[in-house]
């Protein structure tokens, strides 16, 4: 069996879920209520296992685009009974599978299931300047940002099929998307999402931090904090930022820039003997390759700021 995922995320409690859901379903008695989860992040077995015994109607939310390759891999879409108790043990039976996962997510529709696959095949094929994107619409590391970035017509599009989308954040909060009332009634038609350079910039930064947190995992495991990984995400973002006021560039030295601030600490930039450094990386120089150069007497003077 392959390592488990891990995420710069805090775990859900699976009964909290349950009760999203049915307070969700409470406040929209009229709609259908489903449940989306993202099964690249669970363990295969474990989810097939509980869809079994749940013995729920599901389908695979890509299954009707070209993305339906993906299979049982790719992201399922549940209806969820309107039986509470029903509806909350198995919601509970599947959370339990992956509740650091940042897999699930639930919505209120009034469409059939088609038309949800389609809204949902539309957020995924996405293309920028003619390059073919897979955009991982059912992670909800990237689902809040993607919703954010659309522009009018790409929102009106979801919000023809989709009436109230929500999630947990990182940290258990609920966020809410509600179907915004269109002024204009301009909705985008296509079946794809494209997306503009401004777009496009906006989601890859967004996900740079969990790129990073991955990266810790594979390199320098022990900088990584086994609890509170939420918070942990936070410090990642701003450290990522005081980089790039620092004109700091490329992964490589991004994340040179983040161990430096995780074992020499957070401010471990300010230091005085520094001021070269970054002068130079202002220029175009590589952080990296300036690190070669850094004295012992510098070195110690930097960790020594964490005792």
């Not at 401010?267 to 004295?295: E, N």
Request: aromatic residues 8%; proline residues 5%; contains cysteine.
């Amino acid at each position: 069996m392959s390592a488990a995922l891990e995420f710069a995320t805090d775990p859900i409690d699976p009964s909290s879920l349950a009760q999203a859901v049915q307070e969700l379903t409470v406040a929209q008695p009229s709609l259908r209520a489903w449940l989306l989860i993202d099964a690249a992040l669970l363990e295969p077995e474990r989810l097939a296992s509980a869809l079994r015994r749940n013995e729920w109607t599901y389908v695979g939310a890509l299954a009707t685009t070209p993305l339906a390759a993906y299979g049982t891999q790719g992201p399922q879409l549940l209806e969820i009974p309107l039986d509470d108790d029903v509806a909350a043990e198995g919601i509970r039976r599947l959370v339990s599978i992956g509740p650091e996962a940042p897999a699930f997510s639930w919505l209120v529709s009034n469409q059939p299931i088609k038309n949800l696959q389609a809204c949902f095949g539309y957020l995924a094929q996405a293309r920028q300047d003619g390059l073919k994107l897979h955009c991982r619409m059912s992670d909800t590391r990237v689902l809040p940002a993607l919703l954010a970035t659309l522009s009018g017509s790409q929102t009106g599009r979801v919000a023809q099929t989709i009436a109230q989308w929500q999630w947990f954040d990182r940290d258990g909060t609920i966020v809410d998307w509600l179907a915004p009332v269109s002024e204009d009634g301009i909705s985008d038609t296509g079946d794809h999402l494209e997306l503009d350079a401004l777009q496009f910039s906006s989601l890859i930064n967004a996900a740079e931090a969990d790129g990073i947190f991955a990266q810790l995992l594979e390199t320098v495991a022990q900088l990584v904090p086994r609890t509170g990984r939420a918070l942990f995400h936070r410090q990642l973002q701003g450290t990522l930022g005081h980089a790039t006021d620092l004109g700091v560039t490329g992964n490589p030295d991004r994340l040179q820039f983040v161990v430096l601030s995780l074992t020499c600490g957070e401010d471990f930039y300010k230091h005085p003997a520094l001021s070269d450094t970054w002068q130079s990386v202002a220029q175009g120089a590589s952080l990296t390759a300036l690190m070669k150069d850094w004295s012992d007497v510098l070195w110690n003077a930097l960790e020594n700021r964490t005792q």
